[in-house]
């Protein structure tokens, strides 16, 4: 809904069509620059907005009713419902439009603190919207008849277009506040594995979250004209905008819930209050918002119907993928077995092999050996691991472990990020990596007669996974699925000198990267829509996302795909 309000936002931006479509080019043609060049015009924008509508406000009261001000008194909401019945219910879809557009301003509340949130909301935003709306009232008592522009015939005639050029440019801060809240929720989605494959671009090295990613982007743009162009009618636009922040605030009370209780630790029954009180309130905004749905209302509920099945599907075959992996994985016996005697030939560098697979060998890597018995001087199987927490410091990004005696130059690391993360160029995650190994070995060498050394050793066909200080850790961030038993072996006197030369040569020869090119397909056996859903749609998302050495920024010339076909 979120997605569909980064839509709907942007499209009400405008005084016309023409002028609305102008507008909407404009701004997502110049997303690719990033919000830190104009960023600093916003706050002043927003703040000349709401003293000018509050200053329009107080204007209207004096001049036309100031009698008005009486409706502060709660009292009128009971007149109100008592007087009109069922037309009043139906009034708050009309109405919840006066609350809409000052969350846009606060879209991503990560840069804010709690405080100057609560500052900027009791002391300017809430006095302002009173103000404006008490003044469009006083104005409307005595101009009945242009209800339907109501808005820009309050303004005062030698204001007017100041008012107007300043309301547009803070729209384009709402719709700019909605676009980038987008950009980071599908990041994020991406990084969850509920979102296919896109370029992720960091506009700023100054300030983290501010992204931009171009596929979606020009999506937005197309949909955005799409909806001016093809409705025009701004009353259907304000229905599906009115619909839409309503299912998203009453969204999100819902899942407060679960942040108090298991994340805050607080009383449930103070959850349990929390959501009674303002999820009454917003069920009957909801509720009329619903009456609606023809109204224009059904456009963000089939386009997020549509979004959320995408995200699903993708995120279905996503898992499929590896558990087919990590059902199909061969054992560390079979690799170690593997040497001279068999014709397997090591040939110099380094070759980094990207799997999901977190213990034992992929069926990847096992195709590919099987074809071609040869492989790297050292290898280092490489899994990137996005867990469900926002960041992952530094000093836990890469967890390495040995594979097997000293002499075959085998390794495993993990390396994590949190979705919020930003992922590094290619050049920079590879000197991490290596200088990870080396300082791992290093480390190694130098306590290995005083500690234990955690090594992957072969324990049974299945089981033989073990990763340095990731236990807990992993525990800790809810991502310990996948850890199988360890062995711990005790290497003492442990000399790795000659590892390390050979870590550094290999290094200089060069590097190449291994990756599977899979093609998921359901089982004959599988039902329609489960065929449906993995031969059809999630091949078309596979088929037409980046591909995964795209994403991950590796050089196309040390590139090795290795062809597989799993049935799920």
């Known amino acids: 809904m979120v997605i569909a309000d980064g839509i709907l936002t942007p499209s009400m931006s405008g005084y016309a069509v023409l002028i609305t479509c102008l507008i909407l080019v404009g701004l997502f043609a110049l997303q690719h620059i990033g919000t830190h060049r104009v960023g600093f015009l916003f706050a002043p924008i927003i703040l000349l907005w709401l003293l000018s509508i509050s200053g329009v406000g107080i204007y209207n009261i004096i001049q036309w009713n100031p009698r008005v001000v009486s409706a502060l008194s709660p009292y009128y909401v009971y007149k109100l419902f008592k007087l009109t019945g069922k037309d009043g219910w139906t009034s708050l879809g009309g109405i919840v439009l006066c609350i809409t557009g000052a969350e846009a301003m606060f879209a991503d509340l990560g840069h804010f603190s709690q405080l100057s949130i609560r500052i900027a909301f009791t002391a300017i935003i809430y006095p302002s919207l009173i103000l404006a709306y008490m003044g469009e009232a006083a104005y409307l008592s005595k101009h009945k008849e242009d209800l339907q522009r109501s808005f820009y015939r309050a303004i005062p005639e030698v204001v007017f277009w100041p008012v107007f050029i300043i309301a547009t440019l803070a729209t384009v801060v709402a719709s700019q506040a909605v676009i980038s809240a987008t950009f980071s929720i599908i990041s994020q989605c991406w990084a969850l594995k509920c979102f296919p494959r896109v370029k992720i671009i960091h506009t700023s090295n100054q300030m983290h979250g501010q992204i931009y990613i171009p596929e979606v982007n020009w999506m937005l743009m197309v949909f955005c004209l799409l909806v001016v162009i093809g409705f025009r009618d701004t009353d259907m636009i304000a229905n599906a905008y009115g619909l839409t922040v309503v299912i998203v ?274 089982r004959e056996t599988s039902s329609f829509v489960k065929k449906f859903a993995i031969n059809i749609v999630y091949g078309f998302l596979r088929r037409n996302c980046r591909s995964p050495s795209t994403a991950l920024g590796v050089p196309h010339t040390s590139l090795i795909e290795v062809g597989m076909a799993y049935r799920v």
């Open 249 to 522: 605030m009453f969204v999100t009370t819902c899942l407060m819930f679960l942040v108090i209780v298991m994340v805050w630790k607080r009383n449930i029954l103070a959850a349990f209050i929390f959501v009674t009180v303002f999820g009454f309130v917003e069920l009957l905004y909801l509720s009329s918002c619903l009456a609606k749905v023809a109204k224009g209302g059904w456009i963000p509920l089939i386009f997020s119907l549509i979004v959320l099945s995408v995200m699903y599907i993708w995120h279905y075959g996503t898992l499929q993928k590896q558990s087919f992996e990590s059902h199909n994985r061969t054992s560390l016996d079979m690799l170690l077995s593997l040497g001279p005697n068999v014709g397997i030939n090591r040939v110099r560098g380094i070759g980094l092999i990207y799997t999901n697979v977190l213990s034992g060998i992929p069926p990847m890597f096992s195709h590919f050996v099987t074809s071609f018995p040869a492989f790297h001087q050292v290898l280092i199987f490489v899994t990137f691991q996005f867990l469900t927490t926002p960041r992952v410091s530094a000093n836990q990004r890469f967890i390495v472990s040995r594979i097997g005696p000293a002499e075959f130059r085998l390794y495993r690391c993990i390396v994590r990020f949190g979705y919020k993360d930003a992922r590094k160029d290619s050049y920079a995650f590879e000197t991490d990596l290596i200088e990870t190994v080396r300082v791992f070995l290093q480390h190694e060498s130098d306590d290995g007669d005083a500690r234990d050394s955690v090594s992957e050793m072969p324990v049974n066909q299945h089981e033989s996974d073990c990763l340095r200080d990731d236990v807990s850790m992993r525990a800790e961030n809810g991502s310990g699925a996948g850890l199988t038993r360890c062995k711990r072996v005790r290497f003492c006197g442990v000399d790795n000198s000659k590892e390390l030369e050979d870590l550094e040569d290999a290094r200089e020869a060069g590097l190449a990267y291994m990756m599977g090119n899979t093609c998921v397909l359901a």
